[in-house]
DNA sequence: CCTCCACAGGAACTGATGGCGT
DNA sequence: ACGCCATCAGTTCCTGTGGAGG
């Protein structure tokens, strides 16, 4: 057994853990009370709050950048109304999903499904026609008079996918209580857009947005009186040092006061300086942990791309600032390396943009005049992260190890 | 001023996959 | 057994674009 670990197990025994509470560092931890957002809060509450008259509450849609509290409001708020309903005794069923974690809309629609307690038989993952899976939700409310309230997180990415196959699920969704004769439908939907109305139908929007409400951004002031309140009941007294919050909430400012992001954040920081040892957390530990996070992401994401994706970015990684002209070329030379189809330039363009939206190279349109328009990109990442994404990659039978 | 290059990137289509209902 | 329906990676075809060089 190494060292450190022994270490950890040891300093986790004697209980010197400057963490005592994980949980409420947690990303899915509500906490008894939501800092500034107290007006937001009565708002959702009045909209919802006619399911306890048992008639159907406003349909609701939410507006905020990533980490302005939006599900901690809606989660807190059902909260506070299923307390109430306990007592009298009629079914409120919540069923929450992230449209960014379902491939389409066929999935979402099964996982709300699944939260009503349908069964794999009922609703299976793959087969069906949608408008199917729709019916047998509709009627499992209808049939056992549920109150439902669904709420959809990052509908934009719905609405997109919906546009995209000409499907009028949110239509659907919007108008679902006139097919109902018993129960109710309620839906929450939670964008990180503003401009997302513009992808809808004029028709949903008047349904859905009977309610809008938008989440401020939070300043650096504000994030660190959130992760302070987190603090108190998450170290042991005086744990983190004053300049490691403000870099903490710094950081998060950084991206638009993401708050989740900085508590995140703040307990891996906890984390590794639990494991140095050390009784404080510092700014060292903190930015640590940040370039940690970072590059665990950039991995996980490298390791899971198809053979293809991977080559490409492979290509950009020997060629720094070719255009994609050259990149193809180098990736097609991979290619005939390793014996395997080229894939056509236009998927190739397309790979390289997907790969340049989550930031691992980057890419600037450059005019060359009757050499005509092309990009360039370059890698954004250490290249040996790259290579330790790759290094035990097998693509059926074949390793890359070679050609990094 | 016009042309023309080397792509960018949208749209529509294809073919494989996979599991349903009948 | 068969057709249906949705999804997904990839292809085909297309129009658009900015400026160096004529």
């Known amino acids: 057994m190494s060292d450190p670990i022994d270490r950890i197990l040891d300093a986790v025994e004697a209980g010197e853990s400057i963490i005592k509470n994980r949980d409420v560092l947690r990303l899915d931890y509500v906490p008894d009370k939501i800092q500034y957002r107290d007006s937001e809060m009565e708002q959702v509450t009045q909209s919802l709050s006619p399911i306890l008259r048992q008639s159907r509450p406003s349909n609701l849609l939410l507006y905020g950048e990533p980490g302005t509290g939006k599900t901690l409001v809606i989660k807190k708020v059902i909260e506070n109304i299923k307390q109430r309903v306990e007592k009298s005794n009629f079914p409120i069923n919540v069923a929450y999903s992230n449209s960014k974690n379902e491939t389409a809309v066929y999935g979402l629609l099964v996982s709300l499904g699944r939260q009503l307690d349908l069964n794999e038989k009922e609703l299976p993952t793959t087969g069906l026609a949608i408008s199917e899976i729709f019916k047998r939700i509709l009627n499992k409310i209808n049939e056992q008079k549920l109150n439902v309230i669904f709420v959809i997180d990052e509908i934009d990415n719905l609405a997109e996918k919906a546009q995209k196959t000409g ?10 209580n006139e097919r109902l004769e018993q129960g109710s439908l309620t839906l929450v939907g939670i964008s990180n857009r503003l401009t997302f109305r513009d992808l809808l139908d004029p028709r949903v929007i008047s349904s859905l947005g009977e309610e809008e409400i938008i989440f401020t951004n939070y300043n650096v002031e504000q994030i660190k009186t959130i992760l302070r ?17 403000d870099l903490c909430a710094g950081k998060a400012a950084q991206q638009h ?5 900085a ?6 920081a906890g984390e590794i300086a639990d494991r140095r040892q050390s009784k404080k957390v510092t700014d060292i530990h903190i930015r640590e942990a ?9 991995k996980t994401t490298l390791e899971k791309y198809p053979l293809h994706k991977k080559l490409v970015v492979i290509a950009v990684m020997r060629a720094s600032n070719f255009t994609t002209g050259e990149i193809y070329q180098i990736y097609k030379n991979l290619c005939k390396v390793l014996g395997r189809d080229e894939l056509t330039n236009r998927r190739i363009t397309q790979m390289l943009s997907e790969i340049e ?17 092309t990009k360039k990109f370059e890698l954004k990442v250490p290249s040996e992260t790259v290579k330790m994404a790759f290094k035990d990659s097998k693509e059926d039978g074949l390793t890359l190890q070679d050609i990094i």
Do not use: C, M, W
């Open 229 to 245: 309140e987190r603090i108190k009941e998450a170290f042991v007294e005086n744990a983190v040092e004053e300049p490691a919050l």
């Open 357 to 373: 939206l989550f930031g691992i190279i980057s890419g600037r349109i450059v005019n060359q005049g009757s050499h005509g328009s």
């Open 257 to 261: 006061g993401d708050a989740r992001r």
């Open 167 to 176: 499907n009028d699920i949110l239509y659907q969704l919007t108008r679902a």
């Open 263 to 268: 508590i995140d954040l703040l307990l891996k």
């Open 290 to 298: 940040f370039d940690k996070i970072e590059e665990k992401l950039v």
